[in-house]
C-alpha cells in the first residue's frame, strides 16, 4: 500500500501519519525509500472517521500506530515499530534500539522537540504547525 492510499477498518497494523503536513510526508517518504518497512504509513486524513474523532488530538501532535481503531503505539515509538518492519536488518536494530527504556527517553524527547517545530523543518509550511491545546 502506497502512502497516500486511504484505509478502511485496519486487519493489520498502520502507521497513520498528518497527510497535510509536508514534512511528515517528506518524513515518511524517506523512510519508505530507504528502510522500505512492510507495514503501511496512511495520511489520518484517510481513516475511518469514527477513529480519526477518537484519536483527533493526539493525531494532530504524533503518528500512531493502529490496528483496528485502537492506538498500539504514537510518537518515537510509533516510528521504531514502522522501521523495525524494515527487511534490511540495520533498521530492524535500530527500531527495536530506540525501544529500549534508556534511549525510548531520549526519542520521545526528540520527537516532541521535532514534532512541536514540524512547521520550521524542510518542507514544512504553516499548515504543519501543531494546533494549540484547547484547555
Request: hydrophobic share 45%.
Amino acid at each position: 500500500m502506497r502512502a497516500t492510499e486511504p484505509t478502511s477498518a485496519c486487519s493489520a497494523p498502520v502507521l497513520a501519519f498528518d497527510g497535510d503536513c509536508g514534512f511528515c510526508q517528506m518524513a515518511i517518504d524517506r523512510i519508505r525509500a530507504s528502510a522500505r518497512p512492510a507495514m503501511a504509513a496512511v495520511p489520518w486524513q484517510s481513516l475511518p472517521q469514527e477513529t480519526v474523532k477518537r484519536h483527533q488530538d493526539r493525531l494532530d501532535r504524533e503518528v500512531l500506530l493502529l490496528l483496528d481503531g485502537r492506538v498500539l503505539a504514537g510518537g518515537a515509538e510509533a516510528l521504531a515499530v514502522f522501521v523495525g518492519q524494515s527487511p534490511a536488518r540495520r533498521y530492524r536494530l535500530a527500531g527495536a534500539a530506540v525501544r529500549l527504556p534508556v534511549i525510548r527517553a531520549g526519542a520521545r524527547v526528540i520527537y516532541q522537540r521535532v514534532a512541536r517545530n514540524r512547521h520550521r523543518m524542510p518542507a514544512g509550511t504553516a499548515a504543519c504547525a501543531v494546533p494549540k491545546r484547547h484547555t
